[in-house]
């Protein structure tokens, strides 16, 4: 099991899965200033518990660290989305689907794509 990640640190993981190489925490904060008024302190904060979470390696840079991701965005990505359909749909995508459709509707390239990987997902 992936280790949970709050909406704050979710936004420090989202820089770091942005970033092509670690990232100084200094970096990370500049990312987030026009999204968040985080001070650095605050960064650094969410990066520890990232690190000791197990979602984050640290690595020494002289007198600094380096933050890069060990939880693939596409793992973290899975997990909640079969984490939201199992608690809010019992498991069931056609309610998921139904719902947004409900409150946004789908557009011409939704519509195309759900047909897409319907005919990809063939008849059981």
């Known amino acids: ?24 925490a200094d970096a990370v904060a500049t990312r987030l200033q026009d999204r968040t008024e985080w001070q650095l302190s605050t960064v650094k904060t969410l990066l520890g518990r990232l690190v000791s979470k197990g979602a984050v390696a640290a690595m020494p840079d002289g007198r600094r660290f380096l933050y890069a991701p060990l939880l693939q ?8 989305s079969t984490g939201l359909l199992d608690r ?9 689907v139904a719902q947004f459709a409900s409150t946004r509707r789908l557009s011409r390239e939704d519509r195309a794509a759900l047909e897409q990987l319907l005919k990809e997902q063939g008849d059981d």
């Not at 990640?5 to 970033?19: D, G, K, N, P, Y």
């Not at 965005?73 to 909640?80: F, I, S, V």
Request: no cysteine; aromatic share 8%.
């Open 88 to 96: 809010l749909f019992g498991g069931r995508l056609a309610p998921l």
């Open 1 to 24: 099991m992936k280790p949970a990640i709050s909406e704050a640190e979710t936004q420090v993981m989202e820089v770091l899965w942005a970033a092509s190489t670690p990232v100084a």
């Open 73 to 80: 965005r596409q793992d973290w990505l899975a997990e909640q």
